[in-house]
Every structure is written in C-alpha cells, then in structure tokens.
C-alpha cells in the first residue's frame, strides 16, 4: 500500500462526510492504487468540477486532528 493510500484510508474514517465526500475519496484512493499521475488527474478534476465538496471534506478532515499535511 502506497503512502496516497494511506492518506486516502485515514480520510476515509472522518466523522461526519456526506456520500458524495465519500464517493471523492474513494475514487481519489483507487487512483491513488494506480500510480501519482493517475490520482494528480483525477485531484485537479475533482478540484476544478466540485471544489465544494473537496474543501468540505478536507475542513471536517483537519477538524478532526486528521489530514494535517499532504505525503512528501
């Protein structure tokens, strides 16, 4: 398991995210399975088509102590 896999699988255990937050991270974490490139595509999508629900779901992420910094 790769450290984006990682990041994805504690951002999954947030308290409180609505099923499209959950739907994001699960995508973000499948790409995260194939490779840096495939899941910076899919990050910069996401980001420019809901940015909305990417920042919500990061702020209730950090709210909750998780998701402090990106993996080097």
Same mark, same amino acid.
């Given at each position: *398991? +790769?450290?984006?896999?990682?990041? *994805?699988?504690?951002? =999954?255990?947030?308290?409180? =995210?609505? &099923?499209?937050?959950? +739907? !994001?991270?699960?995508? @973000?974490?499948?790409?995260?399975? &194939?490779?840096?490139?495939? @899941?910076?595509?899919?990050? @910069?999508?996401?980001? &420019?088509? !809901?940015?909305?629900?990417?920042?919500?779901?990061? +702020?209730?992420?950090?709210? &909750?102590?998780?998701?402090?910094?990106?993996?080097?």
């Amino acid at each position: *398991m +790769n450290k984006f896999v990682k990041a *994805m699988d504690e951002w =999954l255990t947030t308290q409180g =995210l609505d &099923q499209g937050e959950i +739907n !994001m991270i699960s995508e @973000l974490k499948k790409r995260a399975g &194939q490779g840096e490139e495939p @899941l910076r595509a899919i990050a @910069l999508f996401y980001r &420019q088509v !809901m940015p909305e629900t990417v920042i919500s779901a990061v +702020n209730k992420a950090r709210a &909750q102590g998780k998701c402090k910094c990106y993996p080097d």
